[in-house]
Every structure is written in structure tokens, then in C-alpha cells.
């Protein structure tokens, strides 16, 4: 699909069952001219970031994602709680 149907609607940038049974989903949807990322752990809203492009709302999403999963062992060991998500979404800066 090309970013210019991402630009229309919302959508779901990834989705992500981590060893630990938590999911975590980013969506990514389009209003009023900023595109705006919304972290859901656990089916659950956790937090929402706004981007002015669509380029750096999926590039910080997949920084993001990427930091998700290298502490996917950490979380399977572990569990997640909501301090821990919490920490892993602000130690992806904004671009």
C-alpha cells in the first residue's frame, strides 16, 4: 500500500505478540493535517505522539518497534508493567 492511502485513514503501523503474552499494536491515523501515533499495550490505550509528516510518525514507529523487541527477552523474563512501556515509549526520542 502506498503512503498516499496511509494519508486517508487510519491504520496499523505494527503489531506485536511478544514472548510474555503482552500485545502491542501502533496505529497510526491522520487529523487535521499531523498524523498522529497511538501506542496500545494490551488492547489498551497507553499513549499518543503527533508528527507533522507522515514520514517521521512511521520512522518513529519503527524505532519504536525495534526497541520493543530487543526488550522482548527482558519483558519474557520479567513481564511488562505500565512503568516499563512507559519507559520504552519516551527512550524513542521525536524526530
Do not use: C, K
Not at 4 to 12: D, E, F, W
Not at 23 to 39: C, D, E, K, M, N
Request: hydrophobic share 40%; no cysteine; charged share 20%.
Amino acid at each position: 500500500m502506498s503512503n498516499a492511502a496511509h494519508t486517508r485513514q487510519p491504520y496499523t503501523l505494527w503489531f506485536e505478540t511478544l514472548p510474555s503474552n503482552d500485545t502491542a499494536r501502533l496505529a497510526i491515523s491522520p487529523q487535521s493535517g499531523r498524523f498522529h501515533v497511538t501506542l496500545y499495550w494490551n488492547q489498551e490505550h497507553h499513549s499518543e505522539r503527533s508528527f507533522s509528516t507522515l514520514e517521521d510518525a512511521e520512522a518513529w514507529g519503527d524505532e519504536l518497534r525495534a526497541i520493543v523487541m530487543q526488550d522482548a527477552l527482558a519483558g519474557a523474563l520479567l513481564g511488562y508493567d505500565q512503568d516499563v512501556v512507559t519507559r520504552l515509549t519516551e527512550a524513542v526520542p521525536l524526530t
